[in-house]
């Protein structure tokens, strides 16, 4: 994409999400277990081998993150004619 339009870089990314009104104890479970499972050197290295690294975030971060997404490709699709009809 950064040889077509220079600046944007596409990544993918897995995000584990649960409704914004899930209280905080209930979401932060599956978070700690996902967190607890990448941690592992074994994980680790498998996904490693498939080309993919963990960066564990905080709701916040995560929130941030796909924020900032929609913003770059929002934007993006905009510039390109996509949705303009």
């Given at each position: 994409m950064?040889?077509?339009v220079?600046g944007?870089?596409a990544?993918?990314?897995?995000?584990?999400?649960a409704?914004?009104k899930?209280?905080?104890?209930?979401?932060?479970?599956?978070?700690?277990d996902?967190?607890?499972a990448?941690a592992?050197?074994?994980v680790?290295?498998?996904?490693a081998?498939?080309?993919?690294?963990?960066?564990?975030?905080t709701?916040?971060?995560v929130?941030?993150f796909?924020?900032n997404?929609?913003?770059i490709?929002?934007?993006?699709?905009?510039r390109?004619?996509?949705?303009?009809?």
């Amino acid at each position: 994409m950064a040889e077509v339009v220079p600046g944007y870089a596409a990544v993918g990314f897995y995000a584990a999400l649960a409704h914004a009104k899930t209280p905080a104890p209930l979401a932060a479970k599956p978070s700690e277990d996902i967190r607890a499972a990448v941690a592992q050197p074994a994980v680790a290295q498998r996904l490693a081998e498939l080309g993919n690294y963990a960066r564990p975030m905080t709701r916040q971060d995560v929130d941030a993150f796909i924020r900032n997404e929609r913003e770059i490709w929002g934007g993006m699709s905009k510039r390109m004619g996509f949705g303009s009809r």
